[in-house]
């Protein structure tokens, strides 16, 4: 299920009504603008009992295609590898 921004901010409102609502969608905005800098330098993002993302490069070279047999050139691009914690996919797997 995606997640919108609109509605982390009404979560985080409802969880913390200390904080302004301002001041939340800055602190996200912040958060997400520094995640997607660190992975344009070609960081590794951590986020300690939940999830990591790491760019990888796939090298340039040549590929087949294995409906129909076809080979050409592919050029060296980059991937993003996700994994998730495992505490979170267990509490993902849990029955209630």
């Given amino acids: 299920m995606p997640v919108a921004k609109s509605n982390l901010v009404k979560e985080l409102a409802d969880s913390y009504p200390n904080f302004l609502r301002k001041d939340l969608i800055r602190l996200i905005d912040i958060t997400l603008y520094e995640m997607i ?7 590794r993002v951590e986020l300690r009992d939940i999830f990591t993302i ?17 080979t050409f050139f592919a050029k060296e691009k980059k991937k993003i590898l996700f994994k998730i914690s495992k505490s979170w ?6 029955k209630e």
């Fill in 37 to 43: 800098n660190a992975l344009k330098r070609g960081e």
């Fill in 54 to 70: 790491e760019p990888k490069t796939q090298k340039s070279g040549f590929r087949r295609n294995p409906k129909n047999g076809v």
């Fill in 89 to 94: 996919t267990k509490k993902i797997n849990e």
